[in-house]
């Protein structure tokens, strides 16, 4: 497996392969193990996707936090989803349906009467960061919305930090930052648009981070729309989108 900064070969945000203004990956196989539990979604049911060094943990029906040991990269992390002239906008937490546990990856489906999207979410073993992949299947365009708050917060007992965000808009990624530059994380989409800054005669609000993600039909029939989250305790982030498909087959278990 290919290696990036300080061992890190998981951030598919420096250098994404689709084309400029795409909002996906090509689609690559997401083998099963055979193992899997499958249930209609029940709100107030806890969950966890955990890796080695990295984890996301949640409660279904509400916001998730995703976690890379020591720190918490982020929490109430959530989706919804508006179509082309549709005026409202579709929280995830009102359409999910169902949730399927397997050994590989924890998939949540969001079900609506124009679109279904599986949020395929898995935490590579040995590397540090969480992947979630969105496979769309909508009859008109829509817009996927994603929303978090940044933390970069060190467990217990340590001492807070004043996490920096950054939006860089060529890399389509949000850069966490604190004052020593020791600790950082990024969050990436290579469709993503950020659509948080506000004016700056507006006063602060205490407002979750967003960002859209354009999705045609077309797109979405051939592509999985990557959002990825890593992050550092020894300096910047940095690593590879070509090693997706070898990070996800790493999470599977061999079944007898």
Do not use: C
């Not at 955990?50 to 929490?75: C, H, I, M, Q, T």
């Not at 989803?81 to 546990?101: H, K």
């Not at 993600?213 to 999985?224: H, W």
């Not at 959002?227 to 940095?238: D, E, F, N």
């Amino acid at each position: 497996m290919t290696r990036g900064f300080h061992g890190l070969a998981l951030i598919a945000v420096l250098a994404w392969p689709s084309a400029s203004g795409a909002s996906g990956i090509e689609r690559f196989p997401l083998p099963a193990t055979g193992l899997v539990l499958e249930r209609p979604a029940r709100a107030g049911r806890f969950f966890d996707v955990v890796g080695r060094r990295s984890a996301a943990f949640g409660y279904e029906n509400r916001p998730l936090e995703v976690w890379v040991w020591p720190l918490k990269l982020v929490d109430d992390f959530q989706l919804a989803f508006r179509l082309r002239d549709y005026p409202l906008e579709i929280e995830g937490a009102s359409i999910l349906a169902s949730i399927a546990v397997r050994p590989e990856a924890t998939v949540f489906t969001y079900a609506h009467a124009a679109f279904t999207v599986r949020q395929v979410v898995f935490a590579p073993v040995d590397e540090p960061g969480v992947v979630m992949l969105l496979d769309v299947q909508t009859t008109l365009p829509m817009t996927v919305t994603g929303s978090f708050r940044p933390r970069l917060r060190p467990m217990w007992p340590a001492g807070l930090m004043t996490p920096n965000l950054g939006w860089d808009e060529k890399q389509r990624v949000y850069w966490i930052t604190e004052e020593s530059r020791k600790f950082a994380a990024v969050l990436g989409s290579p469709g993503a648009r950020d659509v948080s800054v506000m004016p700056y005669q507006e006063e602060p609000r205490d407002l979750p981070i967003r960002f859209h993600i354009e999705v045609t039909p077309e797109e979405a029939a051939r592509t999985y729309v990557p959002i990825v989250l890593a992050g550092s305790v020894t300096g910047p982030v940095a690593g590879l989108h070509s090693v997706l498909p070898a990070l996800f087959m790493s999470t599977h278990v061999r079944v007898a």
